[in-house]
T-cell receptor, first 114, second 115 residues
Framework: SQQGEEDPQALSIQEGENATMNCSYK?????LQWYRQNSGRGLVHLIL?????REKHSGRLRVTLDTSKKSSSLLITASRAADTASYFC??????????????FGQGTTLQVKP | NAGVMQNPRHLVRRRGQEARLRCSPM?????VYWYRQLPEEGLKFMVY????????ESGMPKERFSAEFPKEGPSILRIQQVVRGDSAAYFC?????????????FGAGTRLSVL
């Protein structure tokens, strides 16, 4: 079954505003990762947060993880038109037979208007 | 260091034909993952391979789909007797180590269209 559920499914903001996307997951994880996908392209890794971390920053990105609620959020500050893309969370499971496969959410489509 | 290379980028097949999708992992990576993305959906895990071994194929359909990662050459995802429902984007990812705490590096994908 799908690991992650993301909301909102679609988000439209003006350039310069902040964008917040949320992700919930069902099973135990070693880490939670966020990826970006531009239309018709592959996925680009953005940031990884481990299960023993609560918050992580990378440039204009801020990720939080709440393992008690099984949820994560991705904040993009001072958004740019180039941030327009789909964003996916993906959990790395720590279940038995840990093979490293990622379980993806359905994604949030972000549109940043210039 | 070239990234994960997938080819072809686009593949058109008629129902009943075979589709072969290729993936060359990043240099030094011996772990390959295949994912399928249906329109407007997230990626779904299909299979995980190391060189010459299938480690986890829990996401692979039981029939018509197979995967290999030979000692020499790229990983191949093979779909026999394609049907319209196989139309999707197929992504390959590679990793230097298999454990879940590692980042996976994705190729640009192969978009399969079944007519």
């Amino acid at each position: 079954s799908q690991q992650g559920e993301e909301d909102p499914q679609a988000l439209s903001i003006q350039e310069g505003e902040n964008a917040t996307m949320n992700c919930s997951y069902k099973t135990s994880i070693n880490n939670l990762q966020w990826y970006r996908q531009n239309s018709g392209r592959g996925l680009v890794h953005l940031i990884l947060i481990r299960s023993n971390e609560r918050e992580k920053h990378s440039g204009r990105l801020r990720v939080t993880l709440d393992t008690s609620k099984k949820s994560s959020s991705l904040l993009i500050t001072a958004s740019r038109a180039a941030d327009t893309a789909s964003y996916f969370c993906a959990g790395g499971s720590n279940g038995s037979g840990n093979t490293g496969k990622l379980i993806f959410g359905q994604g949030t489509t972000l549109q940043v208007k210039p | 260091n070239a990234g994960v290379m997938q080819n072809p980028r686009h593949l058109v097949r008629r129902r009943g034909q075979e589709a072969r999708l290729r993936c060359s992992p990043m240099k030094g990576h011996s772990h390959v993952y295949w994912y399928r993305q249906l329109p407007e959906e997230g990626l779904k895990f299909m299979v995980y391979l190391q060189k010459e071994n299938i480690i986890d194929e829990s996401g692979m359909p039981k029939e018509r789909f197979s995967a290999e990662f030979p000692k020499e050459g790229p990983s191949i995802l093979r779909i026999q007797q394609v049907v319209r429902g196989d139309s999707a984007a197929y992504f390959c990812a590679s990793s230097p180590v298999p454990v879940a705490k590692n980042i996976q590096y994705f190729g640009a994908g192969t978009r399969l269209s079944v007519l």
